[in-house]
């Protein structure tokens, strides 16, 4: 068996005998919005340190546990704070949670994450749907030996964001009249913020917004065949916009302030996808 395929069984094994609840979504909660948890019907939590060979986030404000639960009458899993490439983990443990969420039965994975505005027109605390990603310098987390158990060797990329899913944000947020840009984010591997000539060549490339996750684990996702799709909180202009320096502190305030608006998008859109 593929070591690495082993490994996440095993997550899979120590899970089950802590926590009998089978999702149908998984969410994954970035910087400054892992209170969103708090609002959802707790079932079940369970601490990544629970779990025999999980790797355990070592970011501020990245809580680190799964949340199992409802959001309306949709079975969610919450996964509270991820795993970043920076941390030093491979890229087989960065995406391990997603592969082990869709393990326990979820079908649909909505990603969300704090980025840096590229988009001249974008503001610190704006919501974008991710509509397409660019991958810059982080490691395809399908490379190696594939693990035919989860999908194919080489997997299409045409649609990773599920379109359906889209229609049901957009929906959303015009119904709760919530403001929501529409873009292309783009992960580095962090952990220092980019440098303007990076931001310049970023812009050139198409994106609008930037940061440190969430598309290696929408491949890994897209490898498995889950429907996908994500939100991303602009909490800051990248570098070179404005004059401003970047901080962490910057980016856990402006997701703060945004958590209003993103707790009902998420919320009302979560319930939707239920009728999926």
Known sequence: MNPDYEKIVKCYESVKKRVDFQPKAAIVLGSGLGDYADDIQVEAQLSYQEIEGFPVSTVPGHAGKFIFGYVGNVPVVCMKGRVHFYEGYPISDVVLPTRLMKMMGAEILFLTNASGGINPEFHAGDLMLITDHISCFAPNPLMGANMGELGVRFP????????????????????????????????????????????????????????????????????????????????????????????HIEVQQAANEAAPRFKKLLTESVIQFGAL
């Open 156 to 247: 299409d990329m045409s649609e990773v964001y599920d379109r359906d899913l889209q229609k049901i944000i957009r929906n959303t947020a015009e119904k709760g009249n919530i403001p929501l840009r529409e873009g292309v984010y783009v992960q580095l591997t962090g952990p220092s913020y980019e440098s303007p000539a990076e931001i310049r060549m970023l812009h050139g490339f198409g994106a609008d917004a930037v940061g440190m996750s969430t598309v290696v684990e929408a491949i890994a996702a897209n490898h498995m065949g889950m429907k996908i799709c994500g939100i991303s909180c602009v909490c800051n202009m990248a570098a070179g916009m404005n004059e401003t320096p970047l901080s």
